[in-house]
């Protein structure tokens, strides 16, 4: 009995540590994706000094917060973390799209 309680908390485990790494994985290319488009827009014209500069504060607020939050549970994002920076990088391509589609060119 004990060694199949076992064999379901290492299975459990090893389950959990390879969706945060899928999640991890996600986050990181979402956010590589995010600075390709900003220097798209920066080499196209699409964007303004200053809107480059307020996207790429933005971006860094984002970082900071993710750093706090893996920092508050040992390098882990819980469920509810994952969420709020997901809701934060969906409003930052929002501004991406919108200060690259807007009339104002370099």
Excluded at 65 to 77: I, S, V
Excluded at 84 to 101: A, V
Aim: charged content about 30%; proline content about 0%.
């Amino acid at each position: 009995m004990k060694f199949s309680k076992l064999v379901v908390i290492a299975t459990l485990s090893l389950t959990t540590a390879a969706l945060s790494a899928q999640t991890n994985k996600r986050i990181n290319e979402r956010k590589e994706n995010q600075q390709d488009r900003i220097a798209q827009g920066v080499k196209s014209g699409q964007l303004t000094a200053g809107e480059t500069a307020h996207l790429e504060k933005q971006e860094a607020a984002v970082n900071r917060e993710e750093k706090a939050m893996r920092g508050q549970d040992n390098g882990h994002l819980t469920k509810t973390d994952r969420k709020l920076l997901n809701q934060q990088q969906n409003q930052e391509s929002r501004r991406i799209y919108r200060d690259k589609h807007n009339s104002r060119v370099q």
